[in-house]
């Protein structure tokens, strides 16, 4: 989906809340967590950008095919990268 601003200007969705995320950090109120339903969810570039600031986030409602990946507890390290339905069967 996209929006229009008033100066005819197209704007992504995901673009828009991360100008607004970033909005939020500059006057330092940095969220504990970001809630983000399942089509940001699907949008990699808008998560890389999450993890580039260094931000927590639950997605609702995410494909079964999405790719995710696997922490070492313990480590804090990543594991592996695995598909959500593949978790859920295993």
Do not use: H, W
């Amino acid at each position: 989906m996209r929006l229009t601003a008033t100066r005819g200007l197209t704007v992504k969705k995901p673009d828009l809340a991360l100008k607004l995320v970033q909005k939020i950090l500059s006057r330092k109120y940095p969220p504990g967590v970001v809630l983000v339903d399942g089509g940001y969810g699907n949008n990699s570039s808008f998560l890389e950008e999450l993890q580039k600031l260094e931000l927590n986030y639950i997605i609702g409602g995410l494909a079964k095919n999405r790719k995710v990946n696997i922490i070492n507890p313990k480590t804090g390290k990543k594991q592996l990268q695995k598909r959500l339905d593949e978790i859920i069967l295993s």
